[in-house]
């Protein structure tokens, strides 16, 4: 099910055409490290140069740059020169959105040791991704509704939606946060149930996942404020 979840994700990006090279300024987010897999590397304009992608849970990577060509980006698993005759180890080739900023997610994919993890590459930039909304990913089987605050949505499976600023608030910026499923046609239960904060100068990333452990599903909460912009020297 997951799998199916990501492959809509991935359908839904616009790559470029296979002709083109860009340049990008690309961060990532990991769901959860496969195999000890904590690095990957993008290779560079020349040949031996890498640009290197850090996979972290809790937070984004810092913003880097690189070039990807054919309208896809290719993450290899070592920087070493693969053996003779063989090619590099590498996770399947991603098409990249439009936009010249992207964010990777890297999910698991189950069952593929040769390829730890699944790719969905989304536009990054703040005309796609408004500070003060919530991007939301479903990655389970099921429909969900988003309750947040005065807002309601749902989301199909492998479907991805911002939800606009929450405005009802409480004195700390907190609003009501819930997560249904699906059970029957039009039969919603609630599985998650918090607060989260309404914060103009920030977006929030909510992914939904079936939890491998447990079965369960379950919501990943992700808080992203831009760096301060440095002052002119």
Not at 15 to 37: E, M, N, W, Y
Request: contains cysteine; charged residues 20%; positive net charge.
């Amino acid at each position: 099910m997951l799998r199916s979840a990501i492959a809509v994700l991935v359908a839904l990006a616009a790559p470029l055409s296979a002709q083109d090279s860009k340049k990008i300024t690309f961060r990532t987010l990991c769901l959860t490290h496969v195999d000890g897999v904590k690095m990957l590397y993008l290779p560079g304009d020349e040949p031996g140069q890498f640009t290197e992608a850090p996979l972290f849970r809790e937070v984004f990577s810092l913003p880097a740059e690189a070039t990807v060509k054919g309208g896809k980006a290719s993450f290899l698993l070592s920087k070493d020169a693969p053996a003779p005759g063989k090619p590099p180890a590498a996770l399947p080739a991603v098409a990249i959105p439009g936009s010249s900023k992207i964010l990777f997610l890297f999910l698991p994919n189950p069952g593929k040791k040769e390829a730890p993890y699944q790719i969905v590459a989304m536009p990054d930039d703040e005309s796609s991704f408004p500070l003060g909304t919530t991007k939301t990913i479903n990655l389970t089987p099921a429909n969900l509704r988003f309750e947040l605050g005065e807002q309601s949505i749902e989301v199909a499976p492998g479907k991805t939606t911002i939800i606009p600023a929450v405005k009802k608030v409480n004195h700390l910026n907190q609003f009501d946060a819930k997560v249904s499923y699906e059970i029957k046609p039009d039969e919603f239960v609630v599985f998650y149930n918090t607060r989260w904060r309404s914060v103009a100068a920030k977006r929030d990333i909510a992914v939904a996942f079936v939890e491998p452990t447990t079965k369960k599903p379950t919501v990943n909460l992700y808080e992203d404020a831009p760096p301060a912009p440095l002052p002119p020297p």
